[in-house]
């Protein structure tokens, strides 16, 4: 399973169903570095010390931070913002169950159309 960091925005809830499959995630909160106005350069560069993809509803500013750091990074999921934080996890995990290495990709999770 993936080594996963939360960003400060992304959903609590989501994280508790991305851990019932599985996924060892480390939220800012528990990384001590919630409440901070951490610049998110200094966010993707934290998860790449803890080895760890980064996920995010911060979806721009990530994108643009993938393409200045030439994929050198751990991995980006960026989500679109969802009302229910089991379907959006399941999302997470359906798309990034199965791989080995989510080094240097950049995972769009979008929400459903209809």
């Given amino acids: 399973m993936a080594r996963l960091y939360s960003n400060e925005n992304f959903p609590l809830r989501v994280v508790v169903c991305l851990r019932s499959h599985g996924h060892d995630v480390l939220t800012s909160l528990e990384s001590g ?3 901070q106005k951490v610049p998110d350069d200094e966010v993707l560069r934290y998860a790449i010390e803890q080895q ?5 509803l911060n979806r721009l500013d990530f994108f643009r931070l993938h393409r200045s750091s ?5 991995g980006i999921i960026a989500c679109t913002s969802d009302g229910d934080p089991v379907r959006l996890a399941q999302r997470i995990h359906d798309a990034i169950d199965g791989l080995d290495d989510l080094s240097g990709q950049l995972i769009r999770i979008t929400r459903p159309q209809g």
């Fill in 52 to 56: 760890r993809t980064l996920l995010t």
């Fill in 33 to 35: 570095r919630a409440n």
């Fill in 70 to 74: 030439e994929g050198l990074h751990s």
